[in-house]
């Protein structure tokens, strides 16, 4: 509470003690810069950031952030880079997630994408007024942050909301207008994590599941026991899909990280913004080809072509992909030659999207260049949704590429989803 922050920098392939300092430094509100070697690039810009000024020490620090909210709403805690002030009161709820039994915080640091993670309680009226009917009420929420800015001086930031709650039947579209299917990600993704923490025996992927069937049969649109009718309104149609690669993300499967990557991936998870956060859970593919302005492709191996360059934004690492043909010209030169500038240009084009985004993140992503079937391409092949495997009975379409993996993709996902949604209601 005296304001502290503990910033970790470390650099190692095996264990450094990451995971032990964890709560250290996420209770200081500091941040971490992982790598395999103080040599790497990465590493050593992201320290030169630091010290510019631009993150770290040109940060707000020494913060206080307190909730006020109507007698409706109970607060169960947060999760996020802050420590409890042990600011106990009645709108403080018996059930806990994360830092709870308080309405106040310490944030020691914060830059403009730290974010929180904050879970309320609904109370319920006891009356037995209305039954069977919907019912709605108006409560309020209020969000003050006392911090010292990098000037020097201290400044109140007040954000005050009204919002309103709806019970009972026939109020299903009100909830579905005012759902944020990316937060409502980033939120699963963040207790999610969470819960793998503090519960030894939960089976995340299965809780993850469940949460999601109960969720689409209670706002998806179908005749019982019919899979095939079932549908999603647009509001929630992305929200599967979100489910979906946040199962097979890293903060789910811990198999091939070490305790010491997990601990790092969780705390940027976090801490950064939903924008951010999607990114970690599901990235982003724009596809470059030649006389073609760049266009966003599905996550999906269907959108690797010999003849484009793919240009893979996970958060972490930056993916610069070239297909077959592609890495066959650039290696005979042809990007040297004056009469084909216009493959120079296709070749440079993501390279220069991929150096603004590296410039505006931190830390600093890893970037990697590879080639289609190259041993650095499974940096992009882990992240796609396997439609065509090794052992698909469909034949390859042109413009694709099989997955050497026994996962599902996301068309037999959604199909076992729209069965058990419609089997529950």
Same mark, same amino acid.
């Given at each position: 509470?005296?304001?502290?922050?503990?910033?970790?920098?470390?650099?190692?392939?095996?264990?450094?003690?990451?995971?032990?300092?964890?709560?250290?430094?996420?209770?200081?509100?500091?941040?971490?810069?992982?790598?395999?070697?103080?040599?790497?690039?990465?590493?050593?810009?992201?320290?030169? %950031?630091?010290?510019?000024?631009?993150?770290?020490?040109?940060?707000?620090?020494?913060?206080?952030?307190?909730?006020?909210?109507?007698?409706?709403?109970?607060?169960?805690?947060?999760?996020?880079?802050?420590?409890?002030?042990?600011?106990?009161?009645?709108?403080?709820?018996?059930?806990?997630?994360?830092?709870?039994?308080?309405?106040?915080?310490?944030?020691?640091?914060?830059?403009?994408?730290?974010?929180?993670?904050?879970?309320?309680?609904?109370?319920?009226?006891?009356?037995?007024?209305?039954?069977?009917?919907?019912?709605?009420?108006?409560?309020?929420?209020?969000?003050?942050?006392?911090?010292?800015?990098?000037?020097?001086?201290?400044?109140?930031?007040?954000?005050?909301?009204?919002?309103?709650?709806?019970?009972?039947?026939?109020?299903?579209?009100?909830?579905?207008?005012?759902?944020?299917?990316?937060?409502?990600?980033?939120?699963?993704? %963040?207790?999610?994590?969470?819960?793998?923490?503090?519960?030894?025996?939960?089976?995340?992927?299965?809780?993850?599941?469940?949460?999601?069937? %109960?969720?689409?049969?209670?706002?998806?649109?179908?005749?019982?026991?019919?899979?095939?009718?079932?549908?999603?309104?647009?509001?929630?149609?992305?929200?599967?899909?979100?489910?979906?690669?946040?199962?097979?993300?890293?903060?789910?499967?811990?198999?091939?990280?070490?305790?010491?990557?997990?601990?790092?991936?969780?705390?940027?998870?976090?801490?950064?913004?939903?924008?951010?956060?999607?990114?970690?859970?599901?990235?982003?593919?724009?596809?470059?080809?030649?006389?073609?302005?760049?266009?966003?492709?599905?996550?999906?191996?269907?959108?690797?072509?010999?003849?484009?360059?793919?240009?893979?934004?996970?958060?972490?690492?930056?993916?610069?992909?070239?297909?077959?043909?592609?890495?066959?010209?650039?290696?005979?030169?042809?990007?040297?030659?004056?009469?084909?500038?216009?493959?120079?240009?296709?070749?440079?084009?993501?390279?220069?999207?991929?150096?603004?985004?590296?410039?505006?993140?931190?830390?600093?992503?890893?970037?990697?260049?590879?080639?289609?079937?190259?041993?650095?391409?499974?940096?992009?092949?882990?992240?796609?949704?396997?439609?065509?495997?090794?052992?698909?009975?469909?034949?390859?379409?042109?413009?694709?590429?099989?997955?050497?993996?026994?996962?599902?993709?996301?068309?037999?996902?959604?199909?076992?989803?729209?069965?058990?949604?419609?089997?529950?209601?």
């Amino acid at each position: 509470h005296q304001g502290h922050v503990l910033d970790l920098f470390a650099c190692a392939v095996d264990q450094v003690g990451v995971a032990e300092l964890r709560v250290a430094v996420e209770r200081t509100g500091g941040f971490v810069v992982l790598g395999e070697s103080f040599g790497h690039s990465e590493f050593k810009e992201s320290l030169k %950031r630091v010290f510019r000024g631009e993150y770290g020490i040109g940060a707000a620090s020494n913060a206080k952030f307190e909730i006020s909210c109507s007698k409706e709403i109970k607060i169960q805690g947060v999760l996020g880079p802050c420590a409890s002030l042990e600011k106990r009161g009645p709108n403080c709820s018996e059930t806990v997630v994360g830092q709870g039994n308080t309405s106040g915080w310490k944030i020691c640091s914060l830059d403009k994408s730290t974010s929180l993670t904050i879970f309320f309680d609904i109370v319920k009226k006891d009356s037995s007024e209305g039954i069977g009917q919907a019912t709605s009420s108006q409560f309020y929420l209020q969000f003050l942050t006392h911090y010292q800015h990098k000037s020097g001086c201290m400044r109140l930031r007040v954000t005050t909301l009204s919002r309103r709650s709806v019970a009972g039947p026939g109020v299903t579209q009100e909830l579905i207008t005012g759902f944020d299917q990316e937060a409502a990600a980033v939120t699963m993704a %963040r207790l999610a994590s969470f819960k793998m923490e503090i519960e030894a025996e939960i089976d995340p992927i299965r809780w993850l599941d469940m949460s999601l069937i %109960r969720f689409c049969s209670k706002f998806g649109d179908y005749e019982k026991h019919s899979g095939a009718s079932f549908s999603l309104s647009p509001q929630l149609s992305r929200f599967p899909q979100f489910m979906f690669h946040l199962s097979r993300s890293q903060f789910m499967q811990v198999f091939n990280c070490s305790p010491d990557e997990t601990a790092f991936f969780r705390m940027m998870l976090n801490r950064e913004n939903v924008a951010n956060s999607i990114l970690m859970i599901q990235p982003s593919l724009v596809s470059y080809a030649i006389n073609s302005a760049p266009e966003p492709a599905p996550l999906d191996a269907a959108s690797v072509a010999a003849d484009r360059v793919l240009l893979l934004d996970s958060y972490f690492t930056i993916v610069v992909f070239h297909g077959a043909t592609v890495a066959q010209c650039r290696k005979s030169g042809y990007q040297d030659m004056l009469d084909h500038k216009a493959f120079s240009q296709l070749l440079q084009a993501p390279r220069d999207a991929a150096h603004a985004v590296i410039k505006g993140r931190f830390p600093v992503p890893r970037l990697v260049i590879c080639d289609q079937h190259g041993s650095q391409a499974r940096f992009l092949v882990a992240k796609l949704n396997p439609s065509t495997t090794y052992n698909s009975d469909a034949p390859l379409i042109p413009c694709g590429d099989r997955i050497v993996t026994d996962d599902i993709c996301y068309d037999v996902f959604l199909d076992h989803l729209q069965r058990l949604a419609v089997q529950q209601s």
